[in-house]
């Protein structure tokens, strides 16, 4: 197993995270690697000062640094504090290695619990031999992007090279009564106000050359709801950070993002709609619609 000692980018780090085993029998955890040379060079913190910490898989908090020199930093780890939780999971036909090695942080970061890298028919089948499907490889890339959006829980990792197999032996074991969501690039369908529940949904992004009809109807028949953002087809990387964000948006929080919009209305005008197909002249039944105000003087 790679250690968080191999995670990159130690500029980068909002929370330092630990590995359990690193826990010394008088509390303390002694770093020595590019987390200790963050603290140094980058926090510039010293001796009696505390930084952002938490244990991988685990409750987060703050540790106090009591001693800090270039040869290690000794730090008495307070963790107490619950992150948040995983809210989404990805069925991901298996990309090119250059992207599935840009996407490893950024899925961590946005959130996702389970990464299910599938075959499908438009997928090439040397892409499984890629070193990014490694846990040596692609472990530090999801610590890396733990660290940065300042949580915990490292994501959970299945490679299926087989497709039939797994949607019909493994899907509904892995996902059993979940919201499950298939994003294909022009779709006609669109996400109902039934999708915005509050429960973690299970979300099927193709290749970029997009799911078979045969795939599609596969998905379909096990519960999944076909939907798009719009008529573009985007490359997987961009696809899968669109896709979780605005979903994120609707699922998660629907009522209190609504919420947070409300005082800044006083005193300002144009409205416009935001929405996930239809046309703004007649949009689609069930679309969900928001209204976004512009400040007197934007047009």
């Not at 191999?6 to 330092?16: W, Y």
């Not at 770093?31 to 952002?52: K, M, P």
């Not at 090439?124 to 940065?148: A, H, M, N």
Request: with cysteine; aromatic share 6%; charged share 20%.
């Amino acid at each position: 197993m790679t250690s968080i000692s191999a995670a990159r980018s130690t500029d980068r780090m909002n929370r330092i995270l630990f590995e359990p085993e690193e826990l010394q029998a008088d509390g303390t955890v002694v770093l020595r690697d590019g987390r200790a040379a963050h603290i140094r060079q980058v926090l510039h913190a010293e001796a009696g000062q505390t930084v952002r910490t938490g244990w991988l898989n685990g409750r987060a908090g703050v540790s106090r640094l009591l001693e800090v020199s270039e040869a290690l930093v000794r730090l008495l780890p307070v963790h107490t504090q619950e992150t948040p939780a995983p809210w989404i999971d990805l069925l991901l036909a298996m990309p090119r290695p250059k992207v599935l090695k840009r996407l490893w942080s950024q899925l961590a970061a946005l959130g996702v619990g389970r990464v299910v890298l599938l075959n499908a028919g438009k997928v090439e089948k040397c892409y499984f031999s890629s070193q990014w499907v490694d846990p040596v490889y692609y472990r530090p890339l999801l610590i890396e992007g733990l660290t940065q959006a300042g949580l915990t829980r490292l994501p959970e990792v299945l490679v299926r090279p087989r497709f039939k197999p797994f949607v019909e032996d493994e899907l509904d074991l892995l996902f059993p009564q979940t919201r499950r969501l298939l994003a294909h690039p022009g779709a006609k369908s669109v996400l109902p106000q039934a999708c915005v529940n509050g429960t973690r949904p299970v979300l099927a992004v193709g290749p970029e050359g997009g799911w078979t009809d045969y795939e599609m109807k596969m998905l379909i028949a096990r519960g999944f709801q076909l939907f798009a953002l719009g008529e573009r087809t985007l490359r997987t990387d961009t696809a899968c950070i669109a896709l979780i964000s605005v979903l994120e948006m609707l699922l998660q929080n629907p009522c209190r993002e609504r919420a947070a919009m409300t005082p800044p209305l006083q005193g300002l005008r144009k409205t416009a709609v935001y929405r996930i197909g239809g046309t703004a002249s007649s949009p689609s039944a069930g679309v969900l619609q928001a209204p976004l105000e512009y400040p007197s003087g934007v047009t």
